[in-house]
């Protein structure tokens, strides 16, 4: 299988720098033309929108965003390398060294679109942040672990809490499979492209912290029927549990990776109802 290296100005610069990717901040790098395309491709931008990077890394990924977008905001940890990003940077590009879990978000205009490749380690924290901001991107093309990929596009029977914290704001979509060989240095896994449209609103409404919080204490005994793990994780008496389930239409032996997001609904409706969150 082969991999064609993207070329520019950017490859000079890392040879002068002598580049290390740092294993600590998860940094390998996408280096296959071909799924550089596809992702800036699926991400379809706009010519008057904006566009965050996280982690632009080596800038393979940027320069194929720059020319399709008004700005491109890349936000890097690594200062050396947001340093080279600079090096004959388009006017349309601007370089943030910062840690993307620190950045403010409502810096950036309405609609924003993330395109990405995040490191793994990152993911889950990284998405309950945009997903959770009050200003939110209206999309988000990433490229990320093929198995978290999976888990959050999993359908009732194999959902998580990942996957309902991801579901309940908007919808997601595996694009196509990165092999392992396309980066350097290779990671151990093979990566996903995902594509994560928001909803105009969320699934239904509900005070997000009470309804994760339920949601939490559903899978906290993942092996346990749904009766059992509500009543661990909300701290509430077996009686009450039974009555919550039975107002909201959920057998008490079904467990919490079953439900769709209707049964959350209910769930959340019975149990606020309750006052047992």
Do not use: C
């Amino acid at each position: 299988m082969s991999v064609t290296p993207p070329s520019d100005n950017l490859q000079r610069a890392v040879r002068l720098a002598s580049i290390r990717p740092k294993q600590g901040l998860g940094q390998n790098f996408l280096i296959d033309e071909a799924s550089l395309d596809l992702i800036a491709a699926t991400a379809a931008i706009k010519p008057e929108e904006t566009v965050l990077e996280v982690g632009p890394g080596l800038g393979f990924l940027t320069t194929k965003l720059t020319p399709r977008a008004a700005q491109v905001v890349a936000v890097e940890a690594d200062q050396q390398l947001a340093e080279i990003l600079t090096l004959e940077a388009p006017a349309n590009l601007r370089v943030i060294t910062d840690d993307i879990l620190e950045f403010d978000l409502t810096t950036l205009p309405k609609s924003y679109k993330v395109v990405a490749n995040i490191p793994y380690y990152l993911t889950s924290k990284l998405l309950r942040l945009l997903m959770e901001n009050q200003n939110p991107p209206s999309s988000m093309t990433l490229l990320i672990q093929k198995e978290v990929a999976e888990r959050i596009t999993a359908e009732p029977g194999q959902l998580s809490i990942l996957a309902l914290s991801v579901q309940y704001y908007a919808y997601a979509k595996i694009v196509g499979i990165v092999e392992r060989h396309k980066f350097w240095p290779s990671p151990n896994v093979d990566s996903a492209i995902i594509t994560i449209t928001r909803r105009p609103k969320p699934a239904f409404p509900a005070d997000a912290t009470k309804l994760f919080r339920i949601i939490k204490a559903g899978f906290g005994e993942r092996r346990k029927q749904l009766k059992n793990s509500l009543a661990g994780g909300l701290n509430a008496d077996g009686e009450a549990i039974t009555r919550v389930l039975a107002q909201a239409n959920i057998e008490a032996t079904r467990r919490a990776q079953e439900l769709t997001l209707d049964d959350w609904k209910r769930l959340y409706a019975a149990v606020t109802k309750e006052n047992l969150v």
